[in-house]
């Protein structure tokens, strides 16, 4: 009954730094989604998945990589850590056809 | 360009009178739009979605509105409790199908 899961939960880079952000969901679900919040702001897609090995672009993915090995994981990948990438980020999937986007409880990332 | 935008930051309602949660939209096209509430520190709950050929759209005490000639979604929730304590976010389909979601609403409840 976990729905989906993110790790870590809170996070302090430094400048430069890379790191990876495990999402996993054990819904089976084919569509999985990164988006940052930012405070005042709304969610903002950054990159999703429409399957195992497919990967696509959203609205903010500059400075950010993904990859969908497996159908249940998706990885958020930062190579060089900056500032501006502080944010709250929230993992997301939902079977195809389905309007309810089932989301993870958000990883706090602090680049200082 | 496309948006979906929220009319205030902040509601404050006393304990067991109705709200009213207001949502702007840009994107005619829009397939669906969904209501979330966002608890602090948690991540975004499914409320309740209303598709784009609906005008009404009932849940268990809460309503969601669509007026599309004037581009409006509402929310209302009945006999508000503290539980209903949180930031409301709307989100609508944009052109690529993917949801854009508004700044978002923090309802506070007076109890």
């Known amino acids: 009954n976990a729905g989906v899961t993110q790790t870590p939960k809170f996070r302090v880079l430094k400048t430069g730094q890379s790191m990876t952000l495990l999402c996993a969901q054990d819904m089976n679900h084919e569509y999985m989604y990164w988006y940052r919040q930012d405070p005042g702001m709304g969610l903002r897609l950054i990159h999703y998945s429409v399957g195992e090995g497919t990967t696509a672009k959203g609205e903010v993915p500059d400075g950010y990589n993904v990859s969908r090995l497996k159908k249940q994981n998706f990885l958020l990948g930062l190579e060089s850590a900056a500032p501006s990438q502080t944010s709250v980020y929230f993992c997301?999937?939902?079977?195809?056809?389905?309007?309810?986007?089932?989301f993870g409880s958000g990883t706090r990332l602090t680049v200082v | 360009g496309e948006s979906v935008g929220l009319h205030l930051p902040t509601l404050s309602v006393q304990e067991g009178d109705n709200s009213i949660i207001n949502c702007a939209y840009s994107?005619?096209?829009?397939?669906?739009f969904i209501w979330y509430k966002q608890e602090s520190g948690k991540g975004p709950q499914f409320i309740i979605d209303?598709?784009?050929?609906?005008d009404k759209r009932q849940g268990q005490r809460v309503t969601v509105l669509l007026n599309k000639t004037v581009k409006h979604l509402s929310l209302q929730i009945a006999a508000t409790q503290p539980g209903d304590s949180a930031v409301y976010f709307c989100?609508?389909?944009?052109?690529?199908?993917?949801?854009?979601f508004g700044g978002g609403t923090r309802l506070m409840v007076k109890p």
């Open positions: 989100a609508g389909t944009n052109a690529g199908n993917m949801l854009t």
């Open positions: 997301a999937s939902r079977q195809p056809g389905r309007t309810g986007y089932t």
């Open positions: 994107n005619s096209a829009s397939d669906y």
């Open positions: 209303i598709r784009s050929n609906m």
